[in-house]
């Protein structure tokens, strides 16, 4: 038993996360939102050669070869920098599900080297992401995994999330490769781990604003009502990370109830980006009821990523059949049923 | 990170469920905020220690097994499985041991740790004045140093188990022209000393859970002081962090409270809201959040990490969640609520539960101190 991440994880973690502090600040969010595309081959380009598409790609196929906990690392970074480019689904999701249903090193390999880009289709989600320029769509029916090249368009739908690219799917179609279950739980935790950073960066944005607007001749941050908003959301973020470690063990093992783990980290994550981004807009004054203002963008990449891979109900309807239902062995000695 | 029980921890965990089995008494005790009740806790206490199970992390020297924070965390899990007794001796065991640890002489060590960790003595602690809650700095009780001896003139209030408890531990001015955080010392007392004088305070559930303490001219050797004289702040600081931090409440309390939740949620379901409903099932997830951060933070200790003003976090979370935790309970019980026993004739647990939660957000630095704490230590916003 040994719940912490270990050094090695904490230093890939931190080297992305100055990475991208460098290279994908906000300047870069605000001129990606003056894209047509929202997506920049350069970015896309340095993720790759950070080795993050690679992340968790075997050795074999050209990659690192970690763990889920290890892209949970990197997902929370990806959302702490607002990265909108499809890395998460191509290589925090998509890759794990393409290594465990065997026979795809050549996708794998292509993966590794950023030539390919995955985008993800489940009954869940009315629409599909970056559906445009990927190379292949990983979808789920009722009870199977396809894979399929993508072909022709789709219509564009316009998310409040402006760096957000939001398709309406077709019937992807294509060969089933596995069981569609995992598809789900993978994507709810990678988008778990995303809120983690996107909380954890409206917390620091709200923090250094509190610090430098002075009203009444002092910091904001002086004030008290204002420092309890903030340490509410601090607590909050605070136990949901663990939440989110404990669910990419348990998926990543193929736990008995790896389920209920994704759907309470889903919950756990989403519940503390979005009260966070309401403190910090408070926090901000009108400043943080504006376009010009960075806090914006993490903010309602917040809102998007809690509805979707299943919403508030859907994911509690989940904790309601194992923990009410009675599937779920729950009380002391049961911390890791 | 590696979330499996060893098999070394498992063999554990079945030692002390089969203690815990053949020992919990099967008759839920008294409360033990009432005489009668803490006579029967302290009981309690000595039969836990009679199985060695007083303070299992301690070193084998002071009664305990030298085990570690995870095989605490077993320990906990199963004597709150079993439904065990409340710890008359959490006092010491978890707030003033620690400090022993950390400050006190050798002499002190031997003097207390082992008496303490059999329950033989069971401590109150005395910070708060009347004048002094929260601004715990404000404190004006002295210890006039007299030789070999302090001499102690003032008044405490609020202290748990203090009623019918044997020792007591607390901040005094030993230099009675300081101010504030400086000239205060930490020192130990005898409850039963002359001119200590106890008035038991109801609680909010009518039993006299705390008390006021008077001191008249209180005789204490000066062996009796924990470090250096004017030393206290500190030491109490510490002695407050491991108050909020890792031991004071155990995750294993709020799962089995949850469960216990859950366990009433179906037996009311029909009649039950759908916001019920909801705040169960946060009830759950809130005590595994507990529970997974507690693991982490007691991993982390073991790898030679520290706890600091991370602590105040643990302390909101797990006060809030019980409150809330109790709030849904009292309304799942509709009418009966408010029932201090109900039909079966046994008392009613979660109107009590929910009555002691309501002093969780109060007790052990408020609420709205830890929120300070963590926007000044852990944010960085100015004073
Ligand atoms: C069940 C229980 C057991 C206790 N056991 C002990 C014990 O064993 N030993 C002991 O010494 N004490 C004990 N206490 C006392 C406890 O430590 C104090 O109640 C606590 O520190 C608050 O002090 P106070 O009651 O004087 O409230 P006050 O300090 O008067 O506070 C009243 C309200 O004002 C708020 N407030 C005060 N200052 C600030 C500030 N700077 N910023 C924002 N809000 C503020 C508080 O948060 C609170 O809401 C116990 C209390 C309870 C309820």
Redesign the interface.
Known sequence: ??????DDQATLAQGVRDYLAGVHGPEVLRELDAEESRRSDAVWQGLVEMGLSGLLVPEAQGGLGLSL?DGVGIAIELGRAGVAEPIADTALVAAPLLVAAGGQDALLERIATGSAKIALQHPVNPWTADLDTASHVLSADSDALLLAERSGTARLLDSVDPLRRLFVPASAGGAAIGTSGALLDHAALIAAAQQIGIAEAM?AQA?DY??TRTQFG??I??F?A???H???A??KI???R??V??AA??LGEGAAHAAVHAS?AK??ASDAAWATAETATQVHGAMGYTYEVDLHFWMKRAWALASAWGDRAFH?AR??AA??GGTLP???????A | MDLAYTPEQQAFRAEVRAWMEANVPREPLLTLECEQGYRQHVEWERKLASGNWGMVTWSEAYGGRGLDLIQWLIFEEEYYRAGAPLRANQNGIFLLGPTIMEFGTDEQKARFLTPMARGEVIWAQAWSEPNAGSDMAAITSKAIRDGDHYVITGQKTWSSRASFADWGFGLFRTDPDSKRHKGLSFILFDLNAPGVTRRPIRQLHGDPGFAELFFDEVRVPVANRIAGEGEGWNVAMATAGFERGLMLRSPARFQAAAARLVSLFRAHEAKASPAAREQVMQAWMDAQAYAYNTYAVASQIMAGGHIGAEASLNKIFWSELDRAMHRTAMQLLGAAAELRHLNDGGLNGWLEGYIFSLSGPIYAGSNEIQRNIIAERLLGLPR
């Open positions: 038993m040994d719940f912490t991440i270990s906990l917390l923090t509190a610090k002092q910091p941050g002086s008290q204002v420092k309890h903030l340490a509410s601090a607590v605070a136990f949901a663990p939440v470690q404990r063990v348990s309470h919950l756990a509690l904790i309601d923990v009410i729950i009380g002391p000695g049961h911390s890791f």
